[in-house]
């Protein structure tokens, strides 16, 4: 600011010089208005610079479609994702995505399919942005970025009542259902073996499978397995959990604008509650 007065005073002298004819109260009347003009033309400058920085750190994220954020999602994970009767989506991730999109002005997209298929829409760039209670891994890592943690998730088993199984330690020779894709298929291939892993499109499968006796136990997430047993009398879950693990935002490899554009996001809907309240909207405390 001081350098435009410094100027626009420069130029009223050489403006005194040419107009020698001018009366004394013409002068003054024009040095009066000079510092306004200058204030105001000032304020306006700033307000600008102010709106057009915004809109460059918007211009910044790269998203697959101008103005939206699309979220590839696999909606048969509860409480995170899944759908309504009417076919709406719900869910601890769905609300947390549509928070987010609101902190980066875009709109929000969810397009729902396999989890395998959620995957790989991010790194093939045909969605921004993975959320499906996604693990972290370092096979993963390879192929895409993740934003910081944002959920806690527990792997758990489901058995039947009536099953001899009672700890992970008796998982050895069973036949094990799990989600195609997910950390607990990998987990449980690498502990017991491919050969007794069978891996489902989806965890409600899987479930279904272990009501027909066709597989001994699922392992699941801790908060899907327990609207799975709500849903089926006869299944329980084993006290000790099988993994924790921590859940992220999976988007695309490189694109870091959007990665930390929604840990920003995100930072800002801890600080003020938000995320916890959807958590809590979804998750009652035990």
Same mark, same amino acid.
């Given at each position: 600011?001081? *350098?435009?007065?410094?100027?626009?005073?420069? #130029?009223?002298?050489?403006?005194?010089?040419?107009?020698?004819?001018?009366?004394?109260?013409?002068?003054?009347?024009?040095?009066?208005?000079?510092?306004?003009?200058?204030?105001?033309?000032?304020?306006?400058?700033?307000?600008?610079?102010?709106?057009?920085?915004?809109?460059?750190? /918007?211009?910044?994220?790269?998203?697959?479609?101008?103005?939206?954020?699309?979220?590839?999602?696999?909606?048969?994970?509860?409480?995170?994702?899944?759908?309504?009767?009417?076919?709406?989506?719900?869910? &601890?991730?769905?609300?947390?995505?549509?928070?987010?999109?609101?902190?980066?002005? %875009? @709109? !929000?997209?969810?397009?729902?399919?396999?989890?395998?298929?959620? !995957?790989?829409?991010?790194?093939?760039?045909? #969605?921004?942005?993975?959320?499906?209670?996604?693990?972290? /891994? $370092?096979?993963?890592? =390879?192929?895409? $970025?993740?934003?910081?943690?944002?959920?806690?998730?527990?792997?758990?088993?489901?058995?039947?009542? $009536?099953?001899?199984? #009672?700890?992970? +330690?008796?998982?050895?020779?069973?036949?094990?259902?799990?989600?195609?894709?997910?950390?607990?298929?990998?987990?449980?291939? +690498?502990?017991?073996?491919?050969?007794?892993?069978?891996?489902?499109?989806?965890?409600?499968?899987?479930?279904?499978?272990?009501?027909?006796?066709?597989?001994?136990?699922?392992? &699941?997430?801790?908060?899907?397995? *327990? @609207?799975?047993?709500?849903? =089926?009398?006869? %299944?329980? %879950?084993? +006290? /000790?959990?099988?993994?924790?693990?921590?859940? #992220?935002?999976?988007?695309?490899?490189? =694109?870091? @604008? %959007?990665?930390?554009?929604?840990?920003?996001? !995100?930072?800002?809907?801890?600080?003020?509650?938000?995320?916890?309240? &959807?958590?809590? *909207?979804? &998750?009652?405390?035990?």
């Amino acid at each position: 600011m001081k *350098k435009a007065l410094s100027l626009m005073t420069a #130029a009223a002298l050489v403006l005194s010089l040419a107009a020698c004819g001018s009366t004394a109260s013409s002068a003054a009347s024009s040095e009066a208005a000079s510092p306004e003009a200058a204030s105001s033309d000032a304020a306006s400058s700033e307000a600008a610079s102010s709106e057009a920085a915004s809109e460059t750190e /918007t211009a910044e994220l790269s998203t697959v479609e101008p103005g939206k954020l699309i979220m590839s999602t696999n909606a048969a994970f509860p409480p995170y994702e899944m759908t309504t009767d009417s076919g709406e989506f719900e869910g &601890i991730d769905i609300e947390t995505a549509q928070a987010i999109a609101d902190k980066l002005g %875009l @709109e !929000l997209q969810i397009d729902d399919m396999d989890f395998d298929a959620a !995957l790989l829409a991010v790194q093939q760039g045909k #969605a921004d942005m993975v959320m499906a209670g996604v693990t972290v /891994t $370092d096979e993963r890592q =390879n192929v895409m $970025d993740f934003t910081d943690s944002y959920a806690t998730g527990i792997q758990s088993i489901i058995v039947k009542e $009536d099953s001899d199984i #009672a700890s992970v +330690d008796d998982l050895a020779g069973k036949k094990i259902g799990t989600q195609r894709g997910t950390t607990g298929y990998l987990y449980c291939s +690498d502990d017991f073996g491919d050969e007794n892993v069978v891996a489902y499109d989806n965890g409600l499968t899987a479930v279904q499978m272990l009501n027909n006796g066709q597989v001994d136990c699922v392992v &699941i997430d801790n908060a899907p397995a *327990k @609207e799975f047993i709500a849903a =089926n009398p006869g %299944l329980k %879950l084993l +006290d /000790t959990a099988y993994v924790e693990e921590s859940y #992220a935002i999976g988007v695309g490899k490189g =694109n870091t @604008e %959007l990665k930390d554009a929604i840990n920003t996001a !995100l930072e800002e809907l801890k600080a003020d509650g938000t995320l916890q309240a &959807i958590v809590d *909207k979804y &998750i009652t405390a035990e």
